[in-house]
Nanobody, 128 residues
Framework: QVQLMESGGGSVQAGGSLRLSCVAS????????MGWFRQAPGKSREGVAS????????YYGDSVGGRFTISRDNARNAMYLQMNNLKPEDTAVYYC?????????????????????WGQGTQVTVSS
């Protein structure tokens, strides 16, 4: 089991930036696929980005490419999501997720079923 704790959410105006953090514990932080998801009110959960901790391979959702950057700090068992040029449609609860013992797979990384462990979520609100 991987325990995950997100932080860094908040309220910003459109065009602003936020950085989300996710700290993992309970599993060797190497052979693990980590992902960021978000869920807006009335919508299904959406894959935002993922990274394989072992080699830093990254994937991004179409709606955030070029604005969001996923990164990792293996020494801190941490993953980050730098969000720039935020838009009102980015408003959602953002979740950190872990798929321990596996790489991230193209075409599959954005599926909720790929991930075993989830954080509690952090709210991001972008006003126009």
């Amino acid at each position: 089991q991987v325990q995950l704790m997100e932080s860094g959410g908040g309220s910003v105006q459109a065009g602003g930036s936020l950085r989300l953090s996710c700290v993992a514990s309970g599993y060797p932080y190497r052979h693990i696929c980590m992902g960021w998801f978000r869920q807006a009110p009335g919508k299904s959960r959406e894959g935002v980005a993922s990274t394989y901790i072992g080699d830093g391979t990254t994937y991004y959702g179409d709606s955030v490419g070029g604005r969001f950057t996923i990164s990792r700090d293996n020494a801190r068992n941490a993953m980050y999501l730098q969000m720039n040029n935020l838009k009102p449609e980015d408003t959602a609860v953002y979740y950190c997720a872990a798929n321990p013992g596996n790489t991230c797979r193209d075409r599959y990384w954005r599926r909720e079923s790929e991930y075993l462990n989830w954080g509690q979520g952090t709210q991001v609100t972008v006003s126009s």
